[in-house]
C-alpha cells in the first residue's frame, strides 16, 4: 500500500439510526491511526486531536478512543474501559497467507495460527493496544 493510498480520506461520517460503529480503547491514537492505514486499509474520516479518530475500511466504521476520551471514561462502578479483550472485528482478505507475511514483516503480535474450517481460513492478530482484528480468507469457489 502506498502512503497516498494510506492517508487519503474517506467519506465524512454521519451517525444515525442505520449506523453500525465499533469502538475500541487505545493508548495512543497516532500508533494505531498509523497501524490502521498503513497495514489495514483504513481511511481517516474524522480526527478530533489526540483524544479520538474515526476510520473507515468499507462499510466499517471503527472509532478509536484514545485515554481522555468521553468514550473512555470510567464507569460509574470504578471499572476502567481499557484495550484488549476478545470480541472483535472481522477484515475479509484476499489472500490470507501475503496479508500475514506483510503484518509479520511490520512485527505485528498474532494471537494464534491459521485456522481451516469450512467457511475458510481465519487468524487473529491484535493492534498495537491488544484489541482483537480477525482476518479471514473466503472459500475457494
Known amino acids: 500500500m502506498t502512503e497516498k493510498q494510506s492517508t487519503r480520506q474517506a467519506a ?7 449506523t453500525a460503529v465499533v469502538r475500541y480503547q487505545v ?3 497516532e500508533g494505531s491511526l498509523a ?7 483504513f481511511k481517516v474520516v474524522q480526527r478530533f486531536g489526540p483524544v479520538l479518530a474515526i476510520i473507515a475500511r468499507g462499510a466499517l466504521h471503527l ?3 484514545g485515554p481522555e476520551s468521553s ?3 470510567p464507569l460509574p462502578d470504578g471499572r476502567k474501559q481499557e484495550p484488549g479483550g476478545w470480541n472483535r472485528i472481522v ?4 489472500s490470507i497467507d501475503a496479508t500475514i507475511a506483510s503484518l509479520r514483516a511490520a512485527r505485528t503480535r498474532f494471537r494464534n495460527q491459521v485456522e481451516v474450517g469450512p467457511g475458510g481460513k481465519q487468524i487473529q492478530l491484535e493492534d498495537p493496544d491488544g484489541n482483537p482484528i480477525e ?5 475457494a469457489s
Do not use: K
Open 35 to 41: 497501524f490502521y492505514t498503513q497495514q489495514l486499509g
Open 91 to 94: 477484515l475479509y482478505v484476499e
Open 71 to 73: 468514550g473512555s471514561r
Open 27 to 29: 493508548r495512543d491514537i
Open 63 to 65: 472509532i478509536l478512543s
Open 135 to 139: 482476518l479471514h480468507e473466503a472459500p
Open 12 to 18: 465524512p461520517f454521519a451517525a444515525d439510526t442505520s
